[in-house]
């Protein structure tokens, strides 16, 4: 079993719609949870961090977490073309957080 | 302007010819580490270190080696590279607490 799973997608939705995105982890030991999103060819860029359950929102980006279901899920609302990209959830393996464990990745493609 | 910075960008050798991929970042950030990504098999985690002289092996460390003699730099060294090492490798670093901040990216080829 993958520690960090993620459906590969690709995940399509129209412009302007809410897209979700999910993820699953292996370890409950787990503390902190990270999205980044990643373009073709491109460096991943960190766009949210949760660490304690509930929603935490910024901007149209909306990350959730529960740890007793051991998901984290990326709401994104208003998708735009330039939200196309693939994400990665990301999940610490060890306290002080630098062992981060990333999952395959959510290939999301938003059409007009 | 605030970034992680590797070099070079591409990189192509031949097996078994020491090869160093350099990383610099700019932020004072106290942890940094190195990922290479493949196909399918998405982004791992070689090595990673806490602060200079402190580094520890992530999930796939065979082939390489990493030194913080300085606090900004991370370089990465592929003292006998071989073609399954062929890769796109990520340097990144972080503070507490948050995320890391990812590099462009080194490509490299090994034939």
């Not at chain 1, 719609?17 to 991943?44: E, H, M, V």
Request: charge should be positive.
């Amino acid at each position: 079993q993958k520690e960090v799973e993620q459906n590969s997608g690709p995940l399509s939705v129209p412009e302007g719609a809410i897209a979700s995105l999910n993820c699953t982890y292996s370890d409950r030991g787990s503390q902190s949870f990270f999205w980044y999103r990643q373009y073709s060819g491109k460096s991943p860029e960190l766009i949210m961090s949760i660490y304690s359950n509930g929603d935490k929102e910024d901007g149209r980006f909306t990350a959730q977490l529960n740890k007793a279901s051991q998901y984290v899920s990326l709401l994104i609302r208003d998708s735009q073309p330039s939200d196309s990209a693939t994400y990665l959830c990301a999940v610490n393996r060890d306290n002080a957080g630098n062992m981060l464990t990333f999952g395959g990745g959510t290939r999301l493609m938003v059409k007009p | 302007e605030a970034q992680v910075t590797q070099n070079p960008r591409y990189l192509i050798t031949v097996t078994g010819k020491k090869l160093t991929v350099t990383c610099s970042q700019n932020m004072n950030h106290e942890y940094m580490s190195w990922y290479r990504q493949d196909p399918g098999l998405g982004l791992r985690q070689i090595y990673y270190s806490m602060n200079v002289e402190v580094t520890d092996k992530g999930d796939v460390p065979e082939g390489y080696k990493v030194s913080r003699k300085e606090k900004r730099n991370f370089p990465l060294i592929l003292e006998s590279p071989s073609p399954n090492q062929t890769s796109l490798y990520f340097c990144a670093s972080r503070q507490d607490p948050y995320g890391y901040t990812f590099g462009s990216g080194t490509r490299l080829t090994v034939v």
